[in-house]
């Protein structure tokens, strides 16, 4: 009885909530070289603030963010995601924020796959599917056009394509 009250008041009473996970995964992705995403983590020298080891202190840089996020765009993974502004710096306070899904997902580095991820164009630089999106070209043919055929991103974004696709946000 003593040690499930001492466990749950270490977690103060947010274990197994979205919150205790994405904090939880911090170590998971940082510090375990058997995580399948380590490699893009720990294994190129994210680190984790001390601090944020132990969970009261994540709980009080990160948590009222946290609510005042979730009070704004909602619940869930899509909605509320723990999101490194500088994607070359570790998870401190400085560098943290809430976001959504597509906010995390456009926050990018800079080269995936040996392709730049952040193309500019007519003097406007964004990620691949921002392009997309505002071409109405189909996100996988576009990334198509520039990966496997080797396209120039200006022969890319010009082609028309036969059935445009007004991508979904």
Not at 19 to 40: G, I
Not at 86 to 102: E, H, I, L, Q, S
Not at 128 to 141: D, F, Q, V
Not at 146 to 162: E, G, I, N, Q, Y
Request: include cysteine; glycine fraction near 6%; charged fraction near 30%.
């Amino acid at each position: 009885m003593k040690a499930k009250y001492k466990k749950k008041q270490s977690t103060f009473g947010l274990h197994h909530t979205p919150f205790y996970n994405a904090w939880r995964n911090l170590f998971t992705r940082c510090l375990n070289p058997n995580h399948p995403n380590y490699k893009y983590y720990g294994g190129r020298g994210i680190t984790i603030d001390e601090r944020w080891h132990d969970f009261m202190y994540f709980i009080e840089d990160m948590y009222e963010l946290y609510e005042y996020h979730i009070e704004n765009f909602g619940k869930g993974t899509k909605n509320c995601q723990l999101d490194r502004i500088d994607n070359d710096r570790g998870y401190c306070k400085d560098n943290c924020r809430w976001a959504t899904a597509k906010v995390n997902q456009n926050n990018r580095r800079e080269f995936e796959r040996g392709i730049a991820v952040q193309i500019t164009y007519k003097g406007k630089t964004q990620n691949i599917k921002r392009w997309a999106e505002e071409l109405g070209i189909y996100y996988p043919t576009l990334c198509q056009r520039l990966r496997v055929s080797k396209w120039s991103v200006d022969r890319a974004f010009t082609t028309p394509v036969k059935h445009h696709y007004k991508w979904k946000s």
